[in-house]
């Protein structure tokens, strides 16, 4: 439910976060102890970002694709992987491939 309402607040693809989720995480199984972060969002080496629930991270990382990549044109999973997770460009994109493959496998 929390998935699909932020998705409706901010207009983006239902399946966009969870497909997220399952790459970065598969789903929130494989997260920083205590950071609630499944997107793996604002994790760069030392640099956490925590969040205090679950809610709040789905509700923060869906205004910030909002705001930080479809606003900017960065609309599928290939445009959004350039900005959210570069490293992946040299490694054949296989951070959009995953997220698409998630995407498709919630339709």
Avoid: C, H
Avoid at 20 to 49: H, T, W
Avoid at 68 to 96: C, F, H, Q, R
């Amino acid at each position: 439910d929390v998935f699909v309402g932020v998705a409706d607040k901010y207009r983006l693809d239902y399946k966009l976060l969870p497909a997220i989720a399952m790459q970065e995480s598969k789903g929130g199984q494989r997260i920083i102890k205590g950071s609630y972060n499944p997107f793996g969002y604002g994790i760069y080496g030392d640099l956490v970002i925590r969040f205090s629930s679950w809610e709040e991270a789905i509700e923060k990382v869906g205004k910030a694709l909002r705001e930080d990549y479809l606003n900017l044109g960065l609309k599928t999973p290939v445009e959004i992987m350039a900005k959210y997770t570069p490293p992946s460009l040299a490694k054949g994109g296989a951070w959009a491939k995953g997220v698409s493959a998630f995407m498709s496998s919630l339709e």
